[in-house]
């Protein structure tokens, strides 16, 4: 199976930052992978497939790069409503993983 | 409105089984891949299942293999999990997930407790 590792696990930034998240596949992934946002209670929310496309509605300031084994999503001027934790996702094989989450604190 | 809707969770002792079935409505089902996506309390996503939109692939985690059976009927817009030999460990809220660019509708979760 393909593992997906991502850093930070926890991060805290204030109203107007810009973040970074890592994610790193295993082995090479192409351009097959997912951002999703999850809040508290609730289910996911897909923000960007394929690297870098931007899913209909979600805001211009998240962003995503990478390719083979090592990807990022950002966020520029991050909003109080952009708290939750954030997931990647390979879809590279049929086995999906995603990886274990990096949960953004708001300050 | 695009919808899944995740039905037939609840509290089943260690062995048991349990059917999990998601409702889909304001889109065609039949042009879809679905996904099932669990999230044990307190962790990370977990995906369980995958079915095309024939049912002609269907994939499972290891972690699941041979005990769960994944299955779809378009003309009644259904996704189902047929879940068997129920561990501890399967407890977790359930998600039906619709596959198009990336997982891009989730259902509110059915809620799986697996405990004597």
């Known amino acids: 199976d393909i593992q997906m590792t991502q850093s930070p696990s926890t991060l805290s930034a204030s109203a107007g930052d810009r973040v970074t998240i890592t994610c790193r596949a295993s082995?090479?992934?192409?351009?097959?992978l997912a951002w999703y946002q999850q809040k508290e209670g609730k289910a996911p929310k897909l923000l960007i497939y394929?690297?870098?496309t931007l899913e209909s509605g979600v805001p211009s300031r998240f962003s995503g790069s990478g390719s083979g084994t090592e990807f990022t999503l950002t966020i520029i001027n991050v909003q109080p409503d952009d708290f939750g934790t954030y997931y990647c996702?390979?879809?590279?094989?049929?086995?999906?993983?995603f990886g274990q989450g990096t949960k953004l604190e708001i300050k | 409105e695009v919808q899944l809707v995740e039905s037939g969770g609840g509290l089943v002792q260690p062995g048991g089984s349990l059917r999990l079935s998601c409702a889909a409505s304001?889109?065609?089902?039949?042009?879809?891949?679905l996904n099932w996506v669990r999230q044990s309390p307190g962790k990370g996503l977990e995906w369980v299942s995958y079915?095309?939109?024939?049912?002609?692939?269907?994939y499972y985690a290891d972690t699941v293999k041979g005990r769960f059976t994944v299955s779809r009927d378009n003309a009644k817009n259904g996704l189902y999990l047929q879940m068997n030999s129920l561990r501890v460990e399967d407890t977790a809220v359930y998600y039906c997930?619709?596959?198009?660019?990336?997982?891009?509708?989730w259902g509110q979760g059915t809620t799986v407790t697996v405990a004597s």
């Open positions: 079915i095309n939109w024939s049912s002609s692939a269907i």
């Open positions: 394929e690297a870098s």
């Open positions: 997930v619709r596959e198009d660019y990336g997982m891009d509708v």
């Open positions: 304001g889109f065609t089902l039949s042009h879809y891949a």
């Open positions: 996702q390979q879809s590279y094989t049929y086995l999906y993983t």
């Open positions: 082995q090479s992934i192409n351009r097959w």
